[in-house]
């Protein structure tokens, strides 16, 4: 073994960044603090790094590389990122809410392909941080874009969408998926309302029917589709069906009441998650509790 025991192993203090390591060979100066790293790595992770540190420029050579105009905290983060995890245990980076938007930035700017997809897979996908990401997503890595989208598409209204495809997203085709999905998920909903609707009119009345005396047609609770067009149909509907149906909970088993209600709760949440994305002061007014159950 060529070797010592001292340059082989991990450094394990916090910042194993802030002093010479393992022969780390640069010396990155970022708010007047040192980040010790190597160039080797950090030209593997980056053509902007290599284009610096490999290449004809000055600071090919040079040992001390100050990096103006950059936060040291977010850089020191990003540079953490470049290495292996195994190489540095003590000091591995979370990536939040709080630090990654600064990470992507930088990611970005040195076009450090791994670690904009390192950060995308370990962040959490929130309403808040959804559509910021999304943009590095399908910049970085269109098969990461779907889990964006859906988030997008469930918790952020149109207006806020519109908004945000105005000023954030620069891009006409992002815009257009973003919309879609927002689109094909409203038509979901409305879907399976629709599936709801049905299913709760068919267990309160079982096969019957019932013929309209003044137009001949006859009347069943599933084909609300015909007798809209008729209004005679259409009384016989909410008379008999539809006024029924709503009272009609002793008619169906504990079971099936248990099954269309849970399949109506979850249908609620997902109206009503849209509903507080569109007006979020409806849900400040109803935690605070005006006294009414
Ligand atoms: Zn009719």
Same mark, same amino acid.
């Given at each position: 073994?060529?070797?010592?025991?001292?340059?082989?192993?991990?450094?394990?203090?916090?910042?194993?960044?802030?002093?010479?390591?393992?022969?780390?060979?640069?010396?990155?100066?970022?708010?007047?603090?040192?980040?010790?790293?190597?160039?080797?790595?950090?030209?593997?992770?980056?053509?902007?790094?290599?284009?610096?540190?490999?290449?004809?420029?000055?600071?090919?050579?040079?040992?001390?590389?100050?990096?103006?105009?950059?936060?040291?905290?977010?850089?020191?983060?990003?540079?953490?990122?470049?290495?292996?995890?195994?190489?540095?245990?003590?000091?591995?980076?979370?990536?939040?809410?709080?630090?990654?938007?600064?990470?992507?930035?930088?990611?970005?700017?040195?076009?450090?392909?791994?670690?904009?997809?390192?950060?995308?897979?370990?962040?959490?996908?929130?309403?808040?941080?959804?559509?910021? +990401? &999304? *943009?590095?997503? @399908?910049?970085?890595? /269109?098969? !990461? $874009?779907?889990?964006?989208?859906?988030?997008?598409?469930?918790?952020?209204?149109?207006?806020?969408?519109?908004?945000?495809?105005?000023?954030?997203?620069?891009?006409?085709?992002?815009?257009?998926?973003?919309?879609?999905?927002?689109?094909?998920?409203?038509?979901? +909903? &409305? *879907?399976?309302? @629709?599936?709801?609707? /049905?299913? !709760? $009119?068919?267990?309160?009345?079982?096969?019957?029917?019932?013929?309209?005396?003044?137009?001949?047609?006859?009347?069943?609770?599933?084909?609300?589709?015909?007798?809209?067009?008729?209004?005679?149909?259409?009384?016989?509907?909410?008379?008999?069906?539809?006024?029924?149906?709503?009272?009609?909970?002793?008619?169906?088993?504990?079971?099936?009441?248990?099954?269309?209600?849970?399949?109506?709760?979850?249908?609620?949440?997902?109206?009503?998650?849209?509903?507080?994305?569109?007006?979020?002061?409806?849900?400040?007014?109803?935690?605070?509790?005006?006294?009414?159950?």
């Amino acid at each position: 073994m060529a070797c010592s025991s001292s340059q082989s192993s991990p450094p394990q203090r916090e910042n194993v960044f802030a002093s010479p390591w393992s022969n780390s060979d640069v010396i990155l100066v970022v708010e007047n603090k040192e980040i010790h790293a190597h160039r080797s790595i950090l030209c593997l992770q980056s053509p902007v790094f290599k284009a610096m540190l490999c290449g004809q420029f000055t600071e090919a050579k040079a040992e001390f590389i100050p990096l103006p105009e950059k936060k040291h905290n977010a850089m020191l983060q990003f540079i953490q990122l470049l290495y292996p995890p195994n190489m540095i245990k003590a000091a591995k980076v979370v990536v939040s809410d709080e630090n990654i938007l600064d990470i992507l930035k930088l990611a970005d700017e040195y076009q450090a392909v791994n670690v904009v997809t390192q950060c995308l897979n370990e962040i959490q996908i929130t309403k808040s941080n959804a559509v910021p +990401l &999304l *943009v590095y997503a @399908n910049q970085y890595d /269109q098969s !990461l $874009l779907p889990k964006f989208l859906d988030v997008t598409s469930r918790y952020i209204s149109a207006a806020k969408l519109q908004e945000y495809a105005a000023v954030d997203l620069g891009d006409e085709k992002l815009t257009q998926r973003l919309l879609l999905s927002k689109c094909n998920h409203l038509e979901s +909903l &409305l *879907v399976k309302g @629709n599936r709801f609707g /049905q299913k !709760l $009119l068919r267990r309160a009345h079982p096969l019957r029917t019932v013929e309209s005396g003044k137009c001949g047609h006859v009347v069943s609770a599933t084909n609300f589709h015909k007798a809209r067009f008729c209004s005679s149909c259409l009384e016989i509907y909410r008379t008999e069906f539809l006024t029924y149906a709503v009272t009609s909970r002793g008619v169906l088993s504990t079971q099936a009441q248990a099954e269309l209600e849970g399949k109506y709760f979850n249908y609620l949440e997902q109206v009503d998650d849209i509903v507080m994305s569109l007006c979020p002061a409806a849900s400040t007014v109803n935690e605070a509790g005006t006294g009414t159950p």
